[in-house]
C-alpha cells in the first residue's frame, strides 16, 4: 500500500512541476534548500573531498573577550553548489518561468542561510572565559523546512513586469515579495476531488484531526464536506511487563480505544 502511494506522489509531481503554482514553487525552494545543506552537511563531516572548512570570520559578533575561528560548516560552498547545480540549465533563458524557478531557488538557499546560528565556547581557568572559540553551526533540516512552510503561507502572487527583466506583485495592495519569498503566478487546481488529468486523489478517506483547525483539521481538509468519527480498540503487546527474579519477563497484552476521524 505504501509503495502505490509513493508511486501516486511522483506522478501527481511530475504533472504539476510545469505549473508555475505556490506548491511547486515550494517544491522548487525545499529541493534548492536540501541539496545545500546536504553538501554543507557533508562538507562538515569530511565526507567531501573538494571543499574545506569555512574561513569567514564573524563581522557582526559581538563579542567584548577575545575569540578564534573554528568554523567548519561551510555554508556558503554549500550555496555555491545549489546555485551551480540547479540553476545551470536555465542560466541563458529569461523567460518568465525561469525568473521564478531561479527566485525560487534562491529563498530555498535563503532559508538555509538565515537559519544558521551561531555558537560559541568558552575556554580559560575556571570558567573565565578569557577566550570564546565560536562557529557556525548547521540548524536541523526540519527547522529550514518549517521556515519555508511558513513562506509557502504567504507566497506572493506576481505577473511578469513591462521590461521583461523582473516581475511584479499582481494587485495594488501586495507587497513586493522579497528574496526569502516563494512567488508563483498561477492558482492552484482543486485537490479536494479526485481529477485524474493532475493526479490529485482528493480527500475523501484522508484521515483528519477534529480537533484542530490547522490544515490537518477536518473542516479544511475534508473541504466541508464533512466527516466521520469511529472508535477503534488494538491490542498492544508487551504491555505492563515485570521481571520475576530470576530470570522471566511476563507481560500483559493490553487493549486501547482510539478515535479516528475520516473525511467523507
Known amino acids: 500500500c505504501r509503495i502505490k502511494k509513493a508511486t501516486k506522489i511522483v506522478v501527481f509531481s511530475s504533472i504539476l512541476i510545469f505549473a508555475d503554482t505556490r506548491e511547486t514553487g515550494f517544491v522548487n525552494a525545499i529541493t534548492s534548500a536540501g541539496v545545500s545543506f546536504s553538501v554543507t552537511k557533508a562538507c562538515s563531516l569530511g565526507s567531501s573531498i573538494s571543499c574545506y572548512c569555512d574561513p569567514t570570520k564573524l ?9 578564534e575561528w573554528a ?4 555554508f556558503q560552498f554549500g550555496y555555491l553548489k545549489s546555485k551551480e547545480f540547479l540553476d545551470d540549465w536555465f542560466r541563458k533563458r529569461r523567460d518568465f518561468k525561469a525568473m521564478l524557478l531561479s527566485h525560487n531557488y534562491e529563498a530555498g538557499r535563503l532559508a538555509v542561510t538565515n537559519s544558521m546560528r551561531i555558537i560559541c565556547k568558552c575556554h580559560g581557568m575556571s570558567g573565565t572565559c578569557n577566550l570564546k572559540t565560536c562557529w557556525h553551526k548547521l540548524p536541523h533540516f526540519r527547522k529550514v523546512g518549517d521556515l519555508l512552510k511558513k513562506q509557502f503561507d504567504g507566497a506572493v502572487k506576481v505577473m511578469a513586469g513591462n521590461d521583461g527583466k523582473r516581475f511584479i506583485p499582481e494587485g495594488a495592495t501586495i507587497k513586493d515579495p522579497r528574496k526569502q519569498d516563494i512567488v508563483y503566478s498561477e492558482e492552484s487546481p482543486n485537490y479536494c476531488l479526485p481529477n485524474k488529468k493532475i493526479g490529485s486523489l482528493g480527500t475523501r478517506g484522508r484521515e483528519c484531526n477534529r480537533t484542530s ?6 473542516k479544511l481538509l475534508c473541504c466541508e464536506r464533512g466527516y466521520d468519527t469511529m472508535v477503534y480498540t488494538i491490542e498492544r503487546d508487551n504491555c505492563n511487563c515485570r521481571f520475576y527474579y530470576c530470570c522471566k519477563i511476563k507481560c500483559q497484552i493490553c487493549q486501547e480505544k482510539r478515535t479516528v476521524s475520516r473525511c467523507f
Open 71 to 74: 568554523g567548519c560548516d561551510n
Open 213 to 218: 483547525m490547522g490544515v490537518e483539521g477536518c
Open 59 to 67: 563581522p557582526d559578533l559581538n563579542i567584548t573577550d577575545r575569540w
